[in-house]
């Protein structure tokens, strides 16, 4: 990894963390990416590197993050679009879309789409962080990203993971043959800050004692894959436009493989992003 430069989403904090610590000491640039003020500079300070404030549910943070980033960095080699989370009643952003979709999927859909040129200068690995969430809570209809008609907070987490894949084909499907390569990823189930601001069950299994009976895994082990995706070569090590977990290729929710859906969201994604 000497020398490549290293952008990660949600560095700030968990698995994001983990993987710009482990990175960076195999000789990565890495650039933080956070929404916390506090606990961006004091990563980048450990590890003397630059970092990005941006809060992804404001697009308009998103286009100045992407702005700065393109006039800073020439090349970039390794994308990993990772913040994310699990929230409780839904909410709508100052965007007007519904905050899981938007934070998830919408704003890495943004950032990808405003670097793309340089991505596909560089030859880009692009990595989002799925979750195994997709095959378990999503019930995406596509008709209704926003999820006006029918919302709970594991749904709207399950979709906008699945969209994550979706969003990861897509990509590659259209922009692979021009020389970049994207996968997705589930880091298992990770002891980090994830689903605290949330009132899913699952910030009771994440968040409570519960945690240690569940036995999640460190944030360290969590960001395995997302570094194994970052540092080995694509089409040898890994095949693009695949969902991995523990460093193999995993079952997806069948709507991933869906092309005619996986279009469908990149068109409202696009016409959502338009400024
Ligand atoms: N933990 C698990 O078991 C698990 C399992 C499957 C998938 N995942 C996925 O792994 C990724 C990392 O999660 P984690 O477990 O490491 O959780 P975490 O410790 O809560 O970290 C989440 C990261 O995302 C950032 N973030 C959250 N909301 C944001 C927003 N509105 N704008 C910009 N950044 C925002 C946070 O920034 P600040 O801290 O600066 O606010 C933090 O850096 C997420 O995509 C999550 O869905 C986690």
Redesign the pocket.
């Known amino acids: 990894m000497q020398g490549k430069i290293v952008i990660i989403?949600?560095?700030?904090?968990?698995?994001?963390?983990a993987a710009a610590r482990e990175l960076k000491s195999q000789g990565a640039e890495v650039v933080i990416i956070?929404?916390?003020p506090e606990?961006?500079i004091a990563l980048a300070q450990e590890l003397d590197a630059m970092y990005y404030i941006?809060?992804?549910?404001d697009l308009n943070k998103v286009r100045e993050l992407a702005e700065k980033l393109l006039a800073t960095y020439p090349r970039i080699d390794v994308l990993a679009n990772?913040?994310?989370?699990?929230f409780g009643k839904r909410e709508l952003t100052t965007d007007g879309f519904e905050k899981t979709m938007q934070?998830?999927h919408l704003?890495h859909f943004l950032l990808t789409s405003l670097l793309l040129n340089t991505l596909i200068a560089s030859k880009a690995t692009i990595i989002n962080?799925?979750?195994?969430?997709n095959g378990l809570f999503a019930k995406l209809d596509i008709h209704d990203i926003n999820m006006e008609r029918r919302y709970s907070s594991n749904m709207a987490?399950g979709n906008a993971?699945l969209e994550n894949i979706l969003f990861t084909k897509e990509l590659q499907r259209r922009y692979g043959a021009q020389g970049i390569s994207v996968a997705a990823f589930?880091?298992?189930?990770?002891a980090?800050?994830?689903a605290?601001d949330s009132n899913s069950i699952l910030r009771f299994m994440?968040q409570t004692p519960l945690k240690r009976m569940i036995g999640?895994t460190s944030?360290e082990v969590?960001a395995e894959t997302l570094v194994w995706l970052a540092s080995t070569t694509p089409n040898i090590d890994w095949q693009p436009g695949q969902y991995y977990y523990k460093k193999k290729i995993e079952k997806t929710n069948a709507m991933a493989d869906d092309e005619n859906v996986a279009k469908s969201l990149w068109r409202q994604s696009e016409a959502m992003t338009k400024s």
Do not use: E
Not at 9 to 17: E, L
């Open positions: 989403t949600g560095a700030s904090d968990g698995i994001g963390k956070g929404r916390s606990k961006t941006a809060d992804f549910s990772n913040a994310g989370g699990i934070v998830n704003s962080t799925s979750s195994i969430a987490y993971k589930h880091p298992g189930n990770v980090t800050s994830f605290s994440y999640l944030p969590g």
